[in-house]
């Protein structure tokens, strides 16, 4: 940014004052960023056209929630619709970017501490790390090799490591999806073809959640099913500690929470496992679950993570039924057979 007569500030506060201080009421400045999706982020982008020209782009998701509807305008709320619609948009976008030049320049790197909190920016979280990560996972011996098989397993190193990174902003979906496609058409045995339409499935309901949440942008606070909205929770604070802390007595549980903890990172198999047994055992509000990972997680998103929690209690859009409980013992004799 140097060498083109440019420079990088780096400021902690509220995002539409800080911006009016850099400005000093030169309205004419424009400002470029991605377009949130949550209510926060809206207000916050509300608050920043006030004091200059303010241009969104959709950086955040392949296709603009705008680009996937049904026929009558209304957004999507079950998943394989969406997907199927989303597929037809998709194959309409012209991308640029040339997987095999998927250049890494290992003198960027970040220093900004983006996350708050005992687990705050890991120190690999720099875009050639990000890069490096994926090549490793799409390699000849990556783990998108078996990861239909095998990536429910929490012992085995078969996930593409890429939440952090693509919620960092340090690689984008549209460079992930080229990255599958390139490897769906690449292989002429398609050996793995069956693993890598299954991560790329992963990264469609990415697209699903961020779309729904631009949609209904409540859902992070209220259930989508308006029919469990009213659920009589138990939330005993005896069971919340235990939960937080890791000493429930249910060995991949605690394992798992204890891991959030320290590391702020768990297995999506292991989200799904501590969250079913808070909202289905201890009978808590997903809610309370909701904002614990907000505050643990280095890879917090807040349209995913509210699109899960909703997932596994049922309350969301194609949920898991609310009458389905994850048994942490056979999940974890399993997902984790060995302990």
């Known amino acids: 940014m140097r060498e083109i007569g440019s420079r990088l500030l780096i400021k902690q506060g509220d995002t539409a004052q800080e911006l009016a201080k850099i400005i000093d009421g030169e309205s ?70 040339d997987y095999q030049s998927l250049g890494i320049k290992p003198e960027i790197m970040s220093s900004c501490d983006l996350h708050s909190g005992k687990n705050s920016l890991a120190r690999s979280s720099t875009r050639a790390n990000a890069v490096r990560t994926l090549r490793k996972f799409t390699g000849l011996k990556g783990g998108i090799n078996r990861y239909s098989e095998l990536s429910d397993r929490v012992d085995q190193n078969t ?69 469990l909205e009213s659920i009589d929770w138990i939330n005993q604070k005896v069971d919340i500690d235990a939960w937080n802390d890791g000493e429930t007595g249910y060995p991949i549980v605690d394992a798992a929470m204890r891991q959030l903890s320290e590391d702020g990172w768990i297995h999506n198999r292991l989200r799904m496992i501590v969250a079913s047994f808070l909202v289905k055992d201890l009978l808590v509000d997903w809610r309370i679950g909701a904002n ?29 039924p609310f009458f389905r409980v994850f048994n942490p013992v056979l999940q974890g004799r399993k997902f984790d057979p060995k302990g």
């Open 292 to 320: 614990w990972f907000h505050d643990k997680l280095v890879d917090y998103d807040s349209a995913l993570n509210s699109g899960n929690w909703q997932w596994v209690a049922g309350t969301g859009f194609d949920a898991s």
């Open 159 to 227: 996930t593409s490591g890429m939440s952090e990174f693509i919620s960092l902003g340090l690689i984008g979906p549209n460079e992930l999806f080229e990255v599958a496609d390139y490897l769906r058409y690449s292989s002429d045995d398609n050996r793995y073809l069956g693993s890598v339409n299954s991560w790329r499935n992963q990264l469609i309901w990415r697209e699903f959640f961020k779309h729904s949440l631009d949609h209904f942008p409540d859902s992070e606070n209220q259930s989508l099913n308006p029919n």
């Open 28 to 97: 004419t400045i424009p400002v470029f960023a991605n377009a949130g999706y949550s209510r926060h982020s809206k207000f916050v982008e509300s608050q920043v056209a006030r004091h200059t020209q303010l241009r969104l782009f959709s950086g955040q998701v392949t296709i603009d929630p705008s680009g996937v509807s049904k026929e009558n305008g209304e957004p999507f709320k079950v998943y394989s619709a969406f997907r199927r619609k989303w597929e037809q948009v998709y194959q309409k976008k012209i991308f640029r970017t």
